[in-house]
Structures are given as C-alpha cells and as structure tokens.
C-alpha cells in the first residue's frame, strides 16, 4: 500500500482538472493512502490550481486533513521537485502519481528524477481524443521533456 497520492494541477474550470480530481479521489480511497498532495500553484484569475484540487477532493470526500496544498509550482518540473520537498519534510517517499493519460509517462519520469519512488502512475483519460489532439499532445509532451532535460 503507498500512503502518497500526487495529483498534478492545470487550468481551474476545466474539464482535465475535474478528471483528475476523480481519479486521485479514486485511487485515494482504492489504495487506503493517507495523503494526497495537490500540486499547483499557478494562480488563474484568482483560482490557484492546488486550492481548486484540494476543494474538489475534498467534495469527492477525501478528509480535509489529508489533503497537502502544493502551491509553489508552476509546471510539471516545479510539482515533482516541491511534492518531493514537502513529502520528504515529513518522512514520505513513494507515491503514486496522478495526471492526464497523455501526461503521465514525462510526470513520473520527473517525479523519480525528484528523488520519490514512483510505484504507480494513473492516467485520467480524456474523454474523446481526436488524432489532432493526440499529435499535440505528442509533441508537447516531446518538446517539455527536452526542455526538462536542460533543467
């Protein structure tokens, strides 16, 4: 059993922030973890990213006082290097990450290159990718992995 889950922030109001929402929800109360860490701190007209996860966590009924606000990050690096900060503060080291399917493989790479053990990742799929979206996807996620790597 990990007691860590990581769930990754993006714009508040959107559908993928929702979607994650679930499925950290989800795997929160599947694997019996005692934390969830919702990373994110960019601010989007008033709305930071991990406080819009912390409230939709804690709608879906995860315990408030499981619930740890990474609000210092701006990107996908900054998430893997303060959720590391902050779960090692406290003695943590293996989590489960949880970002969009498309996301996931550059997320846990990050995470793992952040110090934490990664035991599992899970994807939030999107609901209808098209083949555009998917080759977007593709190349933001090669072009933001070669940015990373010169970090």
């Known amino acids: ?16 922030l929702a979607r994650r929402a679930r499925v950290a929800r989800d795997v929160f109360v599947a694997r019996g973890a005692r934390l969830v ?7 989007w007209n008033g709305r930071v990213e ?13 315990p408030r006082d499981a619930i740890l606000r ?7 690096f900054e998430n ?18 949880v ?7 550059r997320a846990k790479k990050l995470f793992e290159r952040a110090g934490l053990g990664v035991v599992d990742g899970v994807g ?16 933001r996620e090669r072009v933001s992995l070669w940015k990373d790597s010169l970090r």
């Not at 991990?50 to 995860?62: Q, W």
């Not at 893997?80 to 990450?97: F, I, K, P, Y």
């Not at 939030?124 to 593709?138: D, K, S, V």
Request: aromatic share 4%; glycine share 10%; with cysteine.
């Open 124 to 139: 939030a799929p999107p609901p209808h990718a098209t083949l555009i979206a998917r080759g977007w996807w593709t190349a």
């Open 1 to 16: 059993m990990t007691g860590v889950v990581c769930v990754l922030g993006c714009r508040p109001g959107s559908a993928a």
């Open 99 to 105: 970002t969009c399917s498309w996301h996931l493989p």
């Open 80 to 97: 893997a290097v303060e959720a590391a900060r902050l779960l090692t503060e406290r003695g943590l080291r293996e989590v489960v990450v």
């Open 37 to 43: 860490v919702a990373c994110g701190g960019r601010d």
């Open 70 to 76: 990474e609000r210092v990050s701006r990107d996908t």
């Open 50 to 62: 991990a406080d819009e996860l912390a409230r939709m966590l804690e709608d879906g009924g995860v």
